[in-house]
């Protein structure tokens, strides 16, 4: 059975950083993907990247774009969401969620996995604020 924990979030300043983890267990399959996601009070689930385990590509969304950065400890099964500079906007409560990608072998723009139903395993999330 697929599990993913997320922890790291809290208060933050804005200008400051931050850095969640997702643990991630059970696959089985070496083909996999693991996507962060955000949901802010009144708006919809937004997905902001996500890392291949295939080839450690990444794809992001243009709003985090050079702020956010996803990497992936296979010797700890822990994807991380390094966040700088970030602003009141960023306040949400973060996700991470899991997906087999076979046969897709590398993340491209045609297929980036940032869709929250392409997903099938999720964490509980952790909030993020920011205070400005």
């Known amino acids: 059975e697929v599990q993913l924990v997320e922890s790291g979030g809290g208060l933050v300043q804005a200008g400051g950083s931050l850095r969640l983890s997702c643990v991630a267990s059970?696959?089985?399959?070496?083909?996999?993907?693991i996507g962060w996601f955000r949901q802010a009070p009144g708006k919809e689930r937004e997905g902001l990247g996500c890392?291949?385990?295939?080839?450690?590509?990444?794809f992001y969304t243009d709003s985090v774009k050079g702020r956010f950065t996803i990497s992936h400890d296979y010797t700890k099964n822990t994807v991380y969401l390094q966040m700088n500079n970030v602003n009141p906007e960023d306040t949400a409560i973060y996700y991470c969620?899991?997906?087999?990608?076979?046969?897709?072998?590398?993340?491209?723009?045609?297929?980036?996995?940032?869709?929250?139903?392409?997903?099938?395993?999720w964490g509980q999330g952790t909030q993020v604020t920011v205070s400005s």
């Open positions: 969620a899991g997906r087999y990608t076979f046969p897709v072998t590398t993340l491209t723009p045609a297929r980036p996995f940032l869709e929250p139903n392409e997903y099938d395993y």
């Open positions: 059970g696959f089985t399959f070496d083909d996999y993907a």
């Open positions: 890392i291949n385990s295939n080839d450690d590509s990444t």
